[in-house]
């Protein structure tokens, strides 16, 4: 789980749906390939290209955790094979990017979270595909005005110190901003917050009154939990109750959850670096693993990766992952992984136990269960109606709502259960048990 935390938030499906819809080798790829040596046989495989795989995704704004699938990809090997890394890389980023945005967002509460990372991204696209993921997380506007425009996310932020310093004043600067724009936040700190920046805020504001929007500061620097305490009192001393503090500089879950119990009077939330790099982890670990290939007669014949590290035996077969609430109140019981074909949404009761400790089990009754996985391409056709961004949004919020709120700490939140049904678990076993027996027995000298 990235961070440590207790869930993480799935994005990344329109990018991934974008990407196979257009996937096909250009003439000059082909070209390009050939350089490498490859046989005309294949070049001309891939010239020919044309996806047919179904794909099955959980969808954006879902909750997911380790050990479960989350996209599942049915087709000719060599295509799976093809879109293998390019679909790791979206749902890897954004998913990441989301998560991080949903910590964050779970310590600011309702104050607004802004998005301001763009200078710090990984580049360009991680920082429009990362702030989408971020909107989907937490976030609730964006400074980035492209990504805003491409995904229909509000577009809010305030200035520059470069604005203040061109003009070499505070005043000077915030009345050729006000002279220039309706809604205005002020950046006070580029000099002095309390003796410069503030009064000549509220200056400005008194000046042009109802010509502007003054919607409040921004404070950038120093100890914020001091400084906005002093902020807040000259502003409410100039009448200007209303006016919002905005913070900003390094900020992450951790710092504003200090920030937040010094009582610092912060209203708005400007996160940059720290949530658009996923700064303390910067790469989620999700992976593609082989469960199931065809055999010579049409058969299907799982497959299983073993290891001796027990979570990283692979779960063979075709999948279906359901989460299980309980019906009374749509709280969370755990996910329950199945064959394809199982159908425990039609079950009075279901008996879930820990993987790997068996001893951990429960018998779950009057709960409702929810298959995750749904089809998005069938046979390589398009059948899924993306939802519009701000229904992921809302998505995502309801199903944290139905999360209990030990899994939702930011701090050693407790593992959610992610268990197998009991004849997939067999199956596993059985898998296992066989690969072992074959290894055996083999003679390779
Ligand atoms: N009261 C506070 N409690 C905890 N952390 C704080 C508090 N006030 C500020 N911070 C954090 O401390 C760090 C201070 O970083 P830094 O020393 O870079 O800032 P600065 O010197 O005030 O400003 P600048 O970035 O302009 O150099 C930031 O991450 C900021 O969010
Ligand atoms: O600290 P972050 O979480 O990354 O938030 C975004 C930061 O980016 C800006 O600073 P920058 O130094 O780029 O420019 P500025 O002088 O215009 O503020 C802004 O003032 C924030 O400090
Ligand atoms: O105040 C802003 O609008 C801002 C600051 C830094 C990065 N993005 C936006």
């Not at 763009?118 to 989408?132: F, H, K, V, Y």
């Not at 006000?178 to 200056?203: E, M, N, Q, W």
């Not at 009192?233 to 100039?238: E, G, H, I, M």
């Not at 290939?293 to 073993?306: F, L, N, S, W, Y």
Request: charged share 25%; net charge negative.
């Amino acid at each position: 789980m990235p961070f440590q935390n207790g869930y993480a938030i799935f994005a990344g499906l329109e990018r991934i749906i974008d990407y196979l819809k257009n996937l096909k080798f250009t003439g000059s790829d082909i070209d390009y390939l050939r350089t490498l040596g490859y046989p005309e046989t294949f070049l001309d495989y891939l010239a020919n290209l044309e996806f047919t795989c179904t794909v099955r995704s959980v969808r954006e704004g879902d909750l997911v955790f380790a050990k479960e699938p989350i996209v599942q990809i049915e087709g000719p090997l060599a295509q799976c094979q093809l879109i293998e890394t390019a679909l790791l890389n979206i749902v890897n980023f954004q998913t990441l990017i989301a998560t991080k945005a949903g910590r964050i967002k779970s310590v600011i509460g309702d104050d607004p979270l802004l998005e301001f990372g763009s200078r710090r991204a990984q580049e360009l696209d991680a920082a429009i595909w990362g702030t989408r993921a971020a909107y989907i997380g937490g976030a609730d506007a964006t400074s980035n005005v492209r990504a805003a425009k491409m995904f229909g996310i509000p577009a809010s932020g305030t200035h520059a110190h470069a604005l203040i310093q061109s003009y070499g004043n505070d005043y000077d600067g915030f009345k050729a901003y006000a002279l220039t724009h309706r809604d205005c936040v002020f950046l006070v700190d580029t000099y002095d917050t309390l003796r410069s920046g503030v009064p000549a805020a509220i200056k400005i504001a008194r000046e042009f009154g109802e010509k502007i929007n003054f919607q409040g500061v921004r404070i950038d620097s120093g100890d914020m939990a001091y400084i906005s305490k002093k902020v807040r009192q000259q502003l409410d001393d100039a009448g200007f109750t209303e006016a919002k503090i905005y913070a900003s500089n390094d900020l992450d879950e951790s710092t504003i959850l200090s920030l937040k119990m010094q009582k610092a009077k912060i209203d708005v939330w400007g996160v940059g670096t720290k949530l658009i790099t996923a700064y303390d982890q910067p790469a989620l670990g999700a992976v593609y693993k082989l469960v199931s290939i065809e055999g010579d007669k049409g058969e299907m014949r799982d497959t299983i990766k073993i290891s001796s590290n027990a979570e990283k035996v692979t779960t063979p077969g075709k999948k279906q992952v359901w989460r299980i609430t309980r019906a009374s109140d749509g709280k969370s019981e755990g996910d329950y992984v199945t064959f394809s074909d199982e159908r425990p949404d039609l079950a009075d009761e279901i008996y879930m136990f820990h993987p790997l400790y068996t001893y951990i089990n429960k018998n779950v009754r009057d709960f409702n269960a929810k298959p995750l996985l749904t089809t998005i391409f069938n046979h390589g056709e398009l059948v899924y109606d993306l939802p519009s961004l701000a229904e992921i949004k809302a998505f995502s919020k309801e199903n944290l709502f139905e999360l209990w709120d030990e899994y939702k700490r930011d701090l050693n939140p407790q593992p959610y259960p992610v268990d197998l049904s009991q004849e997939l678990w067999n199956h596993k076993m059985r898998l296992i048990s066989q690969v072992r027996t074959r290894i055996s027995q083999q003679k390779l000298d």
